[in-house]
């Protein structure tokens, strides 16, 4: 797979949901997830940039912690929601995006355990995710 020029320069690498992304920052203080085992730790946040190309969509996925989206360049990026149930459901879609007299949003809140799926509408997107408490894959469901 070759690399867009984007994800190049920002040394981005594939995402298994789809587009590309690299960590840039994880939180040094540690801290127990509400609701997890008490040796479960994580940090208290991390930070991706996130590129999804034209006509990119990711697949749907949940993260077990809140997920704060914000759009750096590109395109309007739709942010579909899905629930929190055991699969996707009824969608409901956030544009974000620097036009906020249209209605986009420059920054999205997507609450821990919602279904969430994003697609750049007509052109690259460069976002970034603050996850809090961190990220980690053992905390993230891919859809079927």
């Known amino acids: 797979m070759t690399r867009p020029p984007l994800a190049e320069q920002l040394d981005l690498q594939p995402h298994p949901e789809g587009g590309w992304f690299r960590r840039t920052w994880t939180s040094d203080v540690p801290v127990?997830?509400?609701g997890a085992d008490p040796d479960v730790v994580r940090p208290t946040a991390t930070a991706i940039l996130y590129l999804l190309c034209a006509d990119e969509r990711s697949r749907w996925h949940q993260v077990r912690s809140a997920e704060l989206w914000l759009h750096h360049r590109g395109a309007p990026l739709e942010l579909r929601l899905g629930g929190?149930?055991?699969?996707?459901g009824q969608?409901?879609?956030v544009v974000l995006?620097?036009?906020?007299?249209?209605g986009q949003q420059p920054q999205v809140l997507v609450p821990a355990g919602t279904w969430q799926a994003a697609g750049a509408a007509t052109d690259d997107v460069?976002?970034?995710?603050?996850?809090?408490?961190?990220?980690d894959f053992a905390d993230w469901t891919l859809a079927d």
Not at 84 to 88: E, I, L, N, V, W
Request: aromatic share 4%; glycine share 12%.
């Open 97 to 102: 995006g620097t036009d906020v007299e249209a």
């Open 84 to 88: 929190s149930g055991p699969a996707p």
């Open 91 to 93: 969608e409901t879609v």
């Open 126 to 135: 460069l976002v970034s995710c603050v996850v809090s408490p961190g990220f």
């Open 32 to 34: 127990v997830p509400p």
